[in-house]
């Protein structure tokens, strides 16, 4: 079916809430535009003929038609056909006839009008499109030029080679019957709908071109105004086109009515405002559907139910500017309702919401754009915001935290083989963990409500084939404060006096009690110091990386150690061999006289007590066992605090997975360690990666050193001293040495890593 008219042009229409059209007034001329016999043969091209174009198998030139001069015009309807000589156009959706103007300042023909009166080369159709102008018009093209764009509006459509200016040109069809046509039909938002949908196709094939796709997103958006209810909305809110720098009109408005009723703005009607008002800033983030979560939680968090704007004195409009010159100028849109997009402090807060969405977003959008194929594993669920983990969207977070629950047990910290952790992680290498994987699975754990022991992000070995130590952390926190490294060396000591048996849980749990506070830690971090105590009890004592680690303590806080430890070998029961062995290593480390225990342990299991001491849980006794003494508590000043602030001011543990995942890892053996002459291992933990390091150059510059020290969290002096007096004793030379330039005594290295 052809809908006909004639007459001249009109001017453009003019909007007010409801769509409203000027037209000129037309007259029906009777005549009914036939369709040609189908089935005939397609004349060859320089291209594929488009599928569906019917022609004539005789090359020909289509002639003026005989309406040539008679102002007669239609628009086809999508059910309609059209005949061009014998090439017969199915499908619709365009104008057809003679006598259409333009709307406004182009001030002649219509430019999507299809006059049959026009001449077309059927023979030899011109595909390249070099010849199409800016702004193309039907009548403006070559008899080739026009016999392609026939063929293509015969065909189906959807050829992507199809060169853009015949879309535009079937496009400025559209734009003119969806603003000038469609409000004088007795359904406007059908056909509103209609056009739509051809332009969502349209874009769906030719949106890879940025002109057409940022016309056909500002078209689509007027539309879904022009062709929704003017009401309060109830359902989502228009979607912000990435490639449109337009604001939705349908968005604008509706942010109005709600701010004009009294109606919170729902949250992602505020994203979506916010998203408009950022000018494209926030539609590339590479996680779009978790960035929309994130900011719908953050904002309930914020608002509740939603910002309650009050009305303004502004009254809304919006705009669009075609695409076809028809039209000579913009179309405006205005309603009165407010216009809330100019409230200046609820945009500002928005935008610092999705500013701070899109900033912790970063880690995780950079994980997946390396590994997009692991963008739902435990891996990267690790990077993911604390919020966004706990949303129960991803399965394997859910089977991991179920693994962790099963293994706990309902007990606060349990004790299991390594290996039984890393198998539920999703590694590079199955069954091994590198020091980024380790730092990942620690802060997955951490958002879910656990820990870890030994922690890679705070000194600890990679998790391998050892024990570890699974435990609930409490309160919400993910890490120690600048004091752990001391604290994690004096548990060093104080595991290597009692076994890690069940019966001396009630100790663990006095050690750490003391610990927390004579070292001033947060009360959060009394599992954390629970669960290393446990795990330093399955090890053996590195003597080297502890005494590093209390090396910058004053003799008068080493002394204060050494009390303590001879208080928790006097209450950890009967002191054998053992015990005083493991006193005497832990005098060494705190350079203090081990000459001094034994009168210190005599000291202490004589004293008299002046009153009852809980030093177990009540349980009966083996008969003739003495009661020890309370152990003393730490006092408040054990450590120097300053000092140990200053040591560690620059270590940042907290952030390392952040600063792993972006540089190459490298394979850490979890506990192997580089033996030496007396069988002590003399570099553990960080200091030994960094002697690992060293290793690949004869000489560094004091830069170079510094920066490398840094990177495994150490001070360069203290680090120079530590390696060479560990050296010294081993082998009677330094391994470093040098002053403007640091070198390497390679001989001292070989010995080290042999």
């Not at 453009?12 to 000129?24: C, R």
Request: proline share 7%; aromatic share 8%.
């Amino acid at each position: 079916m052809v809908e006909l008219r004639n007459g001249t042009a009109g001017t453009s229409p003019i909007f007010k809430g409801e769509l409203v059209g000027i037209w000129d007034r037309v007259r029906d001329v009777g005549r009914t535009l036939s369709s040609a016999p189908a089935g005939s043969p397609r004349l060859p091209a320089p291209r594929s003929v488009p599928a569906g174009a019917r022609t004539s198998s005789r090359p020909q030139q289509v002639q003026p038609s005989p309406m040539h001069g008679v102002p007669t015009w239609g628009w086809v309807a999508p059910k309609g056909r059209v005949n061009v000589g014998d090439l017969v156009i199915a499908g619709g959706m365009f104008y057809f006839g003679t006598g259409l103007r333009a709307i406004g300042g182009f001030r002649g023909t219509e430019p999507a009008l299809i006059d049959p009166a026009l001449v077309v080369d059927l023979a030899n159709p011109d595909w390249s499109g070099t010849g199409l102008h800016y702004w193309p018009s039907y009548e403006g093209l070559k008899p080739a030029e026009r016999a392609a764009y026939l063929l293509w509006l015969a065909s189906s459509r959807d050829n992507p080679d199809t060169p853009t200016g015949f879309v535009f040109l079937y496009f400025y069809g559209l734009e003119r019957r969806a603003l000038m046509d469609a409000s004088t039909l007795a359904d406007p938002r059908a056909e509103l709908n209609l056009v739509a949908d051809e332009v969502k196709r349209l874009k769906s094939i030719y949106g890879s071109g940025s002109s057409f796709r940022s016309y056909a997103s500002s078209f689509l958006a007027t539309l879904e105004f022009l062709s929704g209810p003017n009401e309060v909305p109830d359902g989502p809110p228009p979607i912000v086109e990435a490639y449109s720098w337009e604001f939705p009109p349908a968005l604008k408005f509706g942010l109005g009515r709600l701010a004009a009723t009294g109606h919170p703005i729902p949250g992602d009607w505020a994203f979506e405002w916010t998203r408009a008002m950022s000018q494209t800033r926030f539609r590339h983030v590479k996680c779009p559907e978790e960035f929309a979560n994130l900011f719908a939680i953050r904002y309930q968090e914020k608002f509740g139910s939603g910002v309650l704007l009050k009305p303004t004195n502004n009254r809304a409009s919006a705009s669009y500017r075609p695409a076809s010159a028809s039209f000579g100028g913009e179309f405006q849109f205005t309603q009165d309702v407010p216009d809330v997009t100019v409230v200046s402090d609820v945009v500002a807060e928005l935008d610092s919401l999705a500013e701070q969405c899109a900033k912790d977003l970063l880690p995780y959008s950079r994980y997946v754009a390396r590994h997009p194929e692991g963008r739902n594993n435990l891996a990267a669920a690790a990077y993911l915001p604390k919020e966004l983990v706990h949303d129960g969207s991803r399965s394997a977070v859910g089977q991991f935290t179920a693994w962790v629950e099963s293994s706990l047990a309902d007990k606060d910290q349990v004790l299991i083989g390594g290996h039984d952790l890393v198998r539920q992680w999703p590694s590079a290498t199955p069954g091994k963990l590198v020091k980024a994987e380790a730092a990942a699975m620690a802060e997955l754990l951490g958002s879910l409500g656990f820990g870890v022991e030994p922690d890679v992000r705070f000194s600890g070995p990679v998790v391998g084939e050892g024990k570890v130590v699974l435990f609930r952390l409490g309160e919400s926190t993910t890490g120690p404060g600048p004091a752990w490294e001391p604290a994690a060396a004096i548990l060093q000591l104080t595991a290597n006096l009692i076994s890690s048996e069940a019966q001396n849980a009630y100790l663990l749990d006095r050690v750490a009690n003391q610990l927390q506070e004579g070292l001033q830690l947060r009360a959060s971090e009394r599992n954390r110091i629970r669960a290393h105590l446990w795990w330093a009890t399955t090890l053996k004592l590195s003597v080297a990386s502890t005494k590093r680690a209390l090396a910058e303590l004053d003799p008068t806080t080493k002394k204060q150690i050494g009390n303590f430890l001879i208080d928790v070998a006097a209450t950890s029961g009967e002191v054998g061999l053992r015990q005083v062995t493991a006193l005497t290593t832990a005098f060494k480390v705190l350079d203090l006289q081990p000459t001094t225990i034994y009168s210190l342990l005599h000291e202490r299991s004589t004293g008299p007590a002046t009153e009852p001491i809980e030093v177990r849980p009540g349980r009966p006794a083996p008969a003739g066992e003495a009661v020890p003494h309370e152990p003393k508590k730490l006092t408040a000043d054990l450590l120097n605090q300053d000092l140990i602030r200053e040591k560690f001011a620059e270590s940042a543990r907290a952030t390392a997975l952040l600063g792993e995942i972006f540089s190459d890892t490298e394979e850490i053996d979890s506990y192997a360690e580089p033996s030496s002459p007396d069988g002590a291992a003399p570099f553990s933990g960080a200091l030994y990666e960094l002697v690992k390091q060293l290793s690949r150059q004869a000489s560094w510059s004091v830069e170079e050193f510094s920066a490398l020290a840094k990177k495994h969290g150490q001070l360069p002096n203290a680090a120079i001293e530590t390696i060479n007096e560990r050296t010294l004793e081993l082998f009677d030379e330094p391994l470093l040495e040098g002053g403007a330039a640091i070198g390497v005594n390679q001989d001292v290295l070989k010995e080290l890593l042999a």
